[in-house]
């Protein structure tokens, strides 16, 4: 069955970084662009980046462009979110989801449980 | 990037069919047919109900369906039921090739 496991969250220090992983399995990971979305504590969701199939195309949100980097490993079936200069209002739950579209992704068919991150002051 | 704009609560008994807007721009909503509509339970990650405006996944009810009418997708929920209660979010592609996301409605079932 379809799985997507995140691991990687914590606790951090305001201004430090953290790599969030996101493991497929039970699907062809290659035919999925892949997405991070994010979900504030009580707050609603917030979509953060998403990358190709082949890795080559990377598109972000603004609140995390220039700070967040996405990358995948085909050959590990792995996604990763790479959070640099974390701030207090990036404590969040980080969910990985995929998407079979290609251009115009929008359909997240299948999500993870989430990860929590929380940025300490 | 700014958020769709959805109303925060709807409410409805139990049979009756309710209704939830979701307003974009002519860059997200308006532009394209990827609006996709998110159901999602307390603690849950949440599970896709609709996409490309009005199509719904395998496994999801018919109960659930959409529509759009120039910036505005809507989500209908018919024969209303308590497993309904939940939090309901759209999204759409956007024309600088991101996602964007409403600000999500809570569902309350009378």
């Known amino acids: 069955q379809v799985q997507l496991v995140e691991s990687g969250g914590g606790v951090v220090q305001s201004g430090r970084s953290l790599r969030l992983s996101c493991t497929a399995s039970?699907?062809?990971?290659?035919?999925?662009?892949m997405h991070w979305v994010r979900q504030a504590p009580g707050k609603g969701l917030e979509w953060v980046a998403v990358?190709?199939?082949?890795?080559?195309?990377?598109y972000y949100a603004d609140s995390v462009k220039g700070r967040f980097t996405i990358s995948r490993d085909n050959s590990k079936n792995t996604l990763y979110l790479q959070m640099n200069s974390l701030r207090a209002e990036d404590t969040a739950v980080y969910f990985c989801?995929?998407?079979?579209?290609?251009?115009?992704?929008?359909?997240?068919?299948?999500w993870g449980q989430g990860s929590l991150v929380t940025v300490s002051s | 990037q700014s958020a769709l704009t959805q109303p925060a609560s709807v409410s409805g008994s139990p049979g009756q069919s309710i209704t939830i807007p979701c307003t974009g721009t002519?860059?997200?909503?308006?532009?394209?047919?990827?609006v996709s509509w998110y159901q999602q339970y307390p603690g849950k990650a949440p599970k896709l109900m609709i996409y490309?405006?009005?199509n719904q996944p395998s496994g999801v009810s018919n109960r659930f369906s959409g529509s759009k009418s120039g910036n505005t997708a809507s989500l209908t929920i018919s024969g209303l039921q308590a497993e309904d209660e939940a939090d309901y979010y759209c999204?759409?592609?956007?024309?600088?090739?991101?996602?964007?996301f409403g600000g999500g409605t809570k569902l309350t079932v009378l």
């Open positions: 002519s860059s997200d909503v308006g532009g394209y047919r990827y």
């Open positions: 989801a995929r998407d079979p579209r290609s251009p115009g992704w929008h359909k997240l068919d299948y």
């Open positions: 990358i190709s199939f082949d890795g080559t195309n990377k």
């Open positions: 999204s759409s592609y956007t024309s600088s090739s991101t996602v964007v």
């Open positions: 039970g699907f062809t990971f290659t035919s999925y662009v």
């Open positions: 490309d405006v009005s």
